[in-house]
């Protein structure tokens, strides 16, 4: 079962910061939070990670919470490719294996 | 350079019958996973294999489904005696053995049994 809840949509407007949030109330201090994204008909895409630390890269930020029970990617500008359904995951490493368990996400919709 | 290929793109098969499903992952890729998404669904994870460790099965919902990985690269999935609810789409991720965080996924296979 996934470890995650997020609101099932969330419209955007072109060019305006889009933040998805996502709590994971139950996570455990070994466990990451990932966020993927797949659009439509695609395969999913991988966006950022965070253990504890706020993070950013070219894609996204990441702010995760100090008790780490929620987080908030950010898309600093949003546009109407980012249309899709985005996945925050939290998974912990298994002797290498990283079963990524995707719940149902949380579907973007960019507006012009 | 490539990403991650998988063939066929579509198949419709009778209940009953047998598939098979490839997947070519990113050259160099040590860990190769099978993921399956059913419509409206999320992704559920199925088969997980890491360099010539023994794969963890522990996803495959019944013994119709088994998975094999040729060489370190190639992985079949080999779905028997296929079911309706079998119809999903079928996604396979590779990833370095020390950035599994980032997996990178295929377009996937459809499958739809008739």
């Known amino acids: 079962d996934a470890k995650t809840t997020q609101p099932p949509s969330m419209d955007c407007a072109e060019g305006r910061a889009a933040n998805l949030p996502c709590n994971h109330s139950?996570?455990?201090?070994?466990?990451?939070v990932y966020w993927y994204r797949q659009i439509h008909s695609q395969g999913p895409q991988y966006i950022i990670h965070?253990?504890?630390n706020n993070e950013t890269n070219e894609m996204a930020s990441l702010i995760i919470t100090e008790d780490r029970k929620s987080s908030t990617l950010i898309l600093p500008h949003a546009t109407l490719r980012d249309t899709a359904v985005y996945y925050c995951?939290?998974?912990?490493?298994?002797?290498?294996?990283?079963?990524?368990?995707f719940g149902k996400g949380m579907k973007l919709t960019v507006n012009p | 350079g490539a990403g991650v290929s998988q063939s066929p793109s579509n198949k419709v098969t009778e209940k009953g019958k047998d598939v098979e499903l490839r997947c070519d992952p990113i050259?160099?890729?040590?860990?190769l996973y099978w993921y399956r998404q059913s419509l409206g669904q999320g992704l559920e994870f199925l088969i997980y294999?890491?360099?010539?460790?023994?794969?963890?099965k522990s996803g495959l919902p019944s013994d119709r489904f088994s998975a094999e990985r040729t060489g370190g690269s190639v992985s079949t999935l080999t779905i028997q005696r296929t079911q309706q609810e079998d119809s999903a789409v079928y996604l396979c991720?590779?990833?370095?053995?020390?950035?599994?965080?980032?997996?990178?996924f295929g377009p996937g296979t459809r499958l739809t049994v008739t």
């Open positions: 991720a590779s990833s370095f053995y020390r950035e599994t965080y980032e997996q990178y």
């Open positions: 139950t996570i455990s201090g070994n466990e990451y």
């Open positions: 965070g253990l504890k």
């Open positions: 995951i939290v998974s912990a490493p298994q002797g290498g294996s990283e079963k990524l368990v």
């Open positions: 050259s160099g890729h040590t860990a």
């Open positions: 294999f890491q360099g010539n460790s023994a794969p963890d």
